[in-house]
Structure formats: structure tokens, C-alpha cells
């Protein structure tokens, strides 16, 4: 289990670094990111300043964030997804960042958003003629299982080698959506989900926020946890980090797909009940007092 990369200084880390290539284009400014001739506009840090109208792609990740992938995949140096799905593009800012920087042969995003792609991300993809390798969904939920299946065989071919959530953050859809794809994915194909940890953030925590009953994301990372511990196949490895969780796809079989569910790979110890425990610990207190 991983929780982030170690400080620059690390000599891993210095190693590490030499094998990837992914990100060693990005120039991090105090309000925007850019990669070769691609403005992104980094929305926790827009001010008043901001000079480029919309010419830019609206993007809401960090350089902490992105600092954690490149830890992340230099561990796989030889890693290269070719199909890709991001689950919740928000303007779709992350997709053309995700192209660039690990250049598959397929990218699609999809969104519940009722929108449609921005004048700057229709022009990158016209201008680089990528018609036929990105591709966006708009008004499309996470958990339309029927929908899901349809991008997986039209777009993908049946085969998926990395989902990257970040959508509703929510238990219930994240999970219905990862219990759909992920046993459909190949071995060693890569599942994502982004902002697991928001129910431990402060600005989360305070009694009037709209998501205070909202089951906490936490509680699939959990479930993750219980399965690695239970099943021999499911996931052949769990990263856990600061800002997302990567579950690596182990050898379970197409046989297994059909009424997936993680609860199926889940065994759990019998507690004893409750009122039981109250009164052997009384008996046993009063025991010791004895003594």
C-alpha cells in the first residue's frame, strides 16, 4: 500500500523518475498549466487576472495531484494504456490532458453534465484530426449500466485498460459503475478512483454541506480492502494515495462477470452479538475482581 511519492530528494524517486516520460512537458504557472501549445486553466487558482477568456481547457486537478500519478505509473515504466475511459470530465479540460500525456489509441469521457464540448476542445480535436481516437458523452450517468456497455463494445472493442473515476464521488454510483467495468476489464488493467478521501476534509465535515448523509467513498476503498483480503483473483494489487486509489485487475474469469458484485468476493468475521458481548465482558470483569 503506497501513500505518496517521497520528497525530490529520494534517491527511488531520482531513479524512478529517468523511466517516465508522461508528464516531462508540463509547465506549472500560479493559475494555469501548459503542455507544448495547450492552455489549461487551473480553476482552485482562477483570479481576476485571467486574460484568455475561453481559450483554454478548464481544468480542476492540481500539481500535487499530478505529481502523485507520475509516482504512480513510473512504477509501471513500461506501461502504456492504449483504451481509456475517464468517468466524469467535468468541461472535459482533463481528456485532451490525459491524450497528451499518455497518448492512447482510444480516450473517451463521459459526463453527467448538460452541456456540450467547448469551441477550444472542439477546435484541438479538429485541428490534430483525433475524431476517431477521442470522444465525449455528455448527459450520461455513471451508474446506466446499458450505456456503459455500449462505450465499452463500440468505442473500445470490448477491452478497457484503464477507467479513471472521477464523477459523482458518491458510494453507490462509484461502486455500481466499478462493479460493472472492472470485471469486464482485462488482468492488470488499471481502475482509478479519484477524491476517495473527501469525507476527511475539513470543508466536508461542517453540518450544513449539501453531502453531510452521503455515504463516505471511503467505504468502497474499504470494500476494496475486504476483497484483497478475501479473493485470491479479484485485484492483483490496491495503491492507496492522498488523492486517488488504484485497484489493478487480477485473473478472475469471463465466467465471473455476469451478477457481479464485490460483496460476492467479500468474506467477513461473524461478531458475536452485541448484547452476548456486553455480558461475557461484564462476567469476565467480575471475574478479575475476584481474583
Not at 485571467?50 to 513500461?78: Q, S
Not at 457481479?260 to 471475574?287: C, D, H, Q, V
Request: glycine share 6%.
Amino acid at each position: 500500500m503506497v501513500t505518496g511519492p517521497p520528497g525530490d530528494s529520494g534517491m527511488l524517486w531520482a531513479i524512478e523518475r529517468k523511466t517516465i516520460q508522461m508528464f516531462e512537458k508540463l509547465i506549472w504557472k500560479d493559475d494555469r498549466l501548459l503542455l507544448n501549445d495547450l492552455v489549461f486553466r487551473m480553476e482552485h487558482f482562477l483570479n481576476e487576472n485571467w486574460e484568455l477568456g475561453e481559450r483554454c481547457f478548464r481544468f480542476y486537478k492540481v500539481k500535487g495531484l499530478i505529481d502523485e500519478y507520475e509516482y504512480a505509473f513510473a512504477k509501471r515504466p513500461n506501461w502504456r494504456p492504449r483504451h481509456i475511459l475517464e468517468i466524469g470530465m467535468w468541461h472535459g479540460g482533463s481528456l485532451p490532458f490525459w491524450f497528451e500525456s499518455l497518448r492512447p489509441e482510444k480516450l473517451v469521457g463521459l459526463d453527467l453534465a448538460d452541456r456540450t464540448d467547448s469551441a477550444y476542445f472542439s477546435e484541438y480535436v479538429s485541428s490534430r484530426a483525433l475524431e476517431s481516437r477521442i470522444k465525449t458523452y455528455w448527459k450520461t450517468s455513471q451508474t446506466d449500466a446499458q450505456m456503459l456497455g455500449r462505450i465499452l463494445e463500440s468505442d473500445f472493442g470490448g477491452r478497457l485498460d484503464l477507467v479513471m473515476d472521477d464523477a459523482s464521488h458518491h458510494y453507490g454510483p462509484s461502486k455500481a459503475s466499478f462493479e460493472y467495468l472492472f470485471p469486464r476489464m482485462p488482468e492488470g488493467a488499471l481502475y482509478v478512483i479519484e477524491d476517495w478521501a473527501w469525507a476527511h476534509w475539513a470543508e466536508f465535515q461542517t453540518p450544513n454541506h449539501s453531502w453531510t448523509w452521503e455515504i463516505p467513498l471511503t467505504r468502497l476503498v474499504f470494500d476494496l480492502v475486504e476483497a484483497v483480503g478475501t479473493s485470491t483473483s479479484l485485484v492483483k494489487s490496491l495503491e492507496v494515495y492522498k488523492g486517488f486509489v488504484i485497484v489493478e485487475r487480477g485473473p478472475i474469469s469471463a465466467a465471473e462477470v455476469t451478477g457481479f458484485t464485490l460483496e460476492n468476493y467479500i468474506s467477513r468475521r461473524k461478531e458475536p452479538n452485541p448484547g452476548l458481548r456486553s455480558a461475557l465482558r461484564g462476567l469476565i470483569a467480575a471475574l478479575r475482581a475476584k481474583i
